[in-house]
Nanobody, 121 residues
């Protein structure tokens, strides 16, 4: 088990920015994890927002391309969210795995508790 701790959520107006961070702690056996961010709106399933593999390869949900960036430093990952829109609101979860093939909930075995992002119009 690899505990994940998120931070950085909050409330902004449309057009604003937020930066989320996630740290993987515990024993990672000196391996670099594949890491990602998912978001969930009440009553809906989690959807992948962005991921970054151990080699730096990134993947983004179509709706956030050009607005969100993902970066990492070892097993710390950040999600910079710019020009936020009301549809970006939700609970954002950090996820990690030893080897995730694509940006899908089923590919990730370790999850954080989530951090809330609110965007007002």
């Amino acid at each position: 088990e690899v505990p994940l701790m998120e931070s950085g959520g909050g409330s902004v107006q449309a057009g604003g920015s937020l930066r989320l961070s996630c740290v993987a702690s515990g024993n990672t056996y000196r391996r670099i994890l594949d890491m990602a961010w998912f978001r969930q709106v009440s009553g809906q399933k989690r959807e992948g927002v962005a991921s970054i593999e151990d080699d730096g390869t990134t993947e983004f949900h179509e709706s956030v391309k050009g607005r969100f960036t993902i970066a990492r430093d070892q097993n710390t990952v950040s999600l910079q969210m710019n020009n936020l829109q009301p549809e970006d609101a939700g609970m954002y979860y950090c996820a990690a795995d030893w080897s995730a093939r694509w940006l899908s909930e089923s590919e990730y075995g370790f999850w954080g508790q989530g951090t809330q992002v609110n965007v007002s119009s």
